[in-house]
């Protein structure tokens, strides 16, 4: 689904006139537009059909909302935002082989945007103070690394990861 999504993603609103320096990330009106056809549909994500590229995401148990961003080699990493159905954190956190819920908005990210959310994760792992995340948890955010959910506790934020959710519209508490 992500790989077709950024396969046949749409022009940019505008052409970029100017060159950026490397790692600046790129103004969303020259990125490549995500085709709309999800939104409003309940799909399901199997997490096991990752082997390549990265996906982090951030599950928020208030409004039951789940952003997966998905990025893959040669390829415009995806921005996926779902309402799901599960009753609370128990119940997301015990999913391990599918994500269920209804698309309520895709976009297309920058590479380097996708880079710095691993640079914030990375931190944050780093960090002995992180706590795993469990049913008492508000939020989470973690990674999928060889067909396992990594999860920590989102009660102090990961900032790159809300940054880039406030890019797209897709800000804590939020979604369009």
């Known amino acids: 689904m992500f790989r077709s999504i950024s396969e046949n993603a749409l022009p940019a609103l505008e052409t970029e006139t100017g060159t950026d320096s490397p790692g600046t990330i790129v103004d969303t009106k020259y990125l490549k537009r995500a085709p709309r056809d999800l939104v409003g549909k309940t799909v399901e994500i199997t997490l096991d059909g990752f082997s390549d590229g990265a996906v982090y995401y951030r599950y928020m148990q208030t409004d039951k909302t789940l952003v997966v961003i998905w990025e893959e080699l040669n390829l415009s990493p995806v921005m996926l935002v779902m309402k799901t159905g599960?009753?609370?954190?128990?119940?997301f956190l015990s999913q391990k082989t599918?994500?269920?819920?209804?698309?309520?908005?895709?976009?297309?990210?920058d590479g380097t945007e996708v880079i710095v959310i691993g640079g914030g994760f990375s931190l944050r792992v780093g960090d002995e103070e992180h706590k795993t995340a469990d049913s008492s948890s508000r939020i989470c955010y973690g990674w999928l690394e060889s067909e396992k959910m990594t999860?920590?506790?989102?009660?102090t934020p990961i900032s790159q990861f809300e940054n880039t959710c406030k890019r797209f519209g897709a800000a804590q508490n939020a979604g369009r």
């Open 86 to 91: 599960y009753s609370g954190m128990g119940e």
């Open 98 to 109: 599918v994500w269920k819920g209804t698309v309520t908005d895709i976009a297309i990210c």
């Open 151 to 155: 999860v920590i506790d989102g009660e």
